[in-house]
């Protein structure tokens, strides 16, 4: 069974402090990991595909990369509107085109 | 805006009773998802269409789920005899390639 491990669950960081997510996996054949942001009471929004182990992606502060084991989301001098819930999830090879499997994610404050 | 839309985004409703949801996909996508999300939780898979058909249902979609997609492009989500078991909320996703882009969310609440 395809599982996800997100840490840590809460991180509350002063604007313009530097730091990381740490996504752990567990996938027979991974096909693809990907990051998503979700506001409270809105639907996640997609931010990062990685396909391959030593594979990066950057948008504005962010940068995620990816090893065999787990997904790093680094966030670069944040700002509080960064302030969200980051999730990780994966797809298997065996169910191409169907399912992610999601963590719990990991809930972001950034003060100003 | 040419996003995923959800009808209605909140429904409060009395134990035993039906729901309906709705969810427009992106127009262009032939793959739309249904996941259910609850608090402090990552969305949980429920079922997966491939233009009409419905290619994969998960366990947790008990027999008082039922999913439609009857012509490839709006799909529905019914829960029949409610429980507050069922209160979270419900999200649907559509997606051509690889990413799933996802829609608000319909908050069910069931008293």
């Known amino acids: 069974e395809d599982q996800v491990t997100q840490s840590p669950e809460a991180l509350r960081l002063q604007e313009g402090e530097s730091s990381s997510l740490n996504c752990s996996y567990t996938v027979s054949g991974l096909r693809g990991l990907f990051w998503y942001r979700q506001d409270p009471g809105k639907g996640p929004e997609f931010l990062f595909t990685?396909?391959?182990a030593g594979e990066e992606k950057e948008k504005e502060r962010l940068k995620a990369t990816l090893t065999k084991k787990e997904s790093f989301l680094h966030i670069t001098a944040p700002k509080p509107e960064d302030s969200a819930t980051y999730l990780c999830a994966v797809q298997a090879r065996r169910t191409s085109g169907s399912r992610l499997t999601f963590g719990e994610g990991t809930q972001l404050t950034v003060n100003p | 805006d040419t996003g995923v839309s959800q009808d209605p985004r909140h429904k409060i409703t009395k134990r035993g009773q039906n729901v309906t949801f709705r969810c427009d996909p992106i127009s262009e996508h032939n793959r739309l998802y249904w996941y259910r999300q609850t608090l402090g939780q990552g969305p949980e898979f429920l079922t997966y269409f491939q233009n009409e058909a419905q290619l994969e249902k998960s366990r947790l979609l008990s027999d008082r789920f039922s999913a439609e997609r009857p012509k490839g492009s709006f799909s529905t989500l019914e829960i029949q005899r409610t429980e507050q078991g069922d209160s979270a909320m419900y999200l649907c996703a559509s997606s051509f390639a690889m990413a799933q882009y996802f829609g608000p969310g319909t908050r069910l609440t069931v008293l």
């Open positions: 990685l396909y391959s």
